[in-house]
């Protein structure tokens, strides 16, 4: 049994996690702290954080499924196979890297993440006027945007719309249903992993499951309401934010 204000800290963790998946991604920056305060190594917080943001993700993904479309010729059943073994991959990798190692690593997986957050957007318009690139390209990129979902996952939705932008020239609305997709292949992937591995924790994880499954809910009905602007910077000081506390963590 675990105490009230745990559970309840896990619920509330969990709804602003869905809440901010709904609206933009990100929802791993509120969710991983919070396993961490709650006393979880690192790497079985990130499963943990993963495995209950699955069935949002899950659910987002169904929402948008009549806006499937190929990307520059490349169908997205290849894409979300391509995205499943690299999720597999991925959380494999995670599985066998040490607690402390995974403890000086994420530091910097956030810091791109914000990165990422901050610059994506200007950097793939900068490339795309300059690069042609081909289908190859994409399939090789989708294969490394799956390892990293299962891996960690932070700001890959992001990432995802970025390097869709740049590799396939479409609009970030666009992209709105195969990006939404593709993190929940990877999240699939790596969640049947990580369960395997016995690297959940249930006690922890089911009720930030419940709490996001209601963020998610309200978080999409919220954000027909907020500025893309207003999603955006709120995502930016909790990642920033959040990569502060874990470079202090790790190496204060």
């Not at 619920?11 to 869905?18: H, L």
């Not at 970030?172 to 993190?183: D, G, K, S, V, W």
């Not at 999240?187 to 998610?216: D, E, K, Q, S």
Request: hydrophobic share 55%; net charge positive; charged share 10%.
């Amino acid at each position: 049994m675990i105490s009230l204000t745990t559970g309840l800290l896990a619920v509330a963790a969990g709804f602003v996690g869905g809440a901010m998946n709904a609206l933009a991604g990100g929802g791993t920056f509120a969710t991983l702290p919070s396993l961490l305060a709650l006393g979880l190594p690192a790497n079985t917080a990130n499963a943990t954080s993963n495995v209950a943001l699955l069935p949002g993700a899950g659910t987002s993904a169904w929402a948008f499924r009549d806006e499937l479309a190929p990307l520059s010729g490349v169908s997205i059943r290849t894409l979300a196979a391509i995205t499943f073994i690299g999720g597999l991959a991925g959380s494999v990798l995670l599985v066998l890297t040490p607690s402390r190692a995974f403890d000086f690593i994420i530091p910097w997986l956030v810091l791109y993440a914000f990165v990422v957050l901050a610059f994506g957007k200007r950097a793939a318009a900068w490339l795309h006027e300059r690069v042609t690139i081909g289908r190859q390209t994409l399939l090789t990129a989708q294969m490394l945007l799956g390892i990293y979902g299962g891996y960690f996952g932070g700001g890959v939705g992001l990432m995802t719309t970025a390097t869709y932008g740049l590799l396939a020239g479409h609009s970030p609305r666009e992209l709105f249903a195969p990006r939404t997709l593709m993190l929940a292949v990877a999240n699939l992937a790596a969640a049947i992993v990580f369960v395997i591995a016995g690297m959940v924790r249930w006690w922890a994880c089911l009720p930030m499951l419940g709490g996001a499954v209601i963020g998610g809910w309200a978080g999409a009905h919220v954000g027909k309401k907020l500025p893309a602007s207003a999603v955006r910077i709120w995502t930016l000081l909790v990642t920033g934010a959040t990569t502060i506390v874990f470079f202090a963590r790790a190496y204060g």
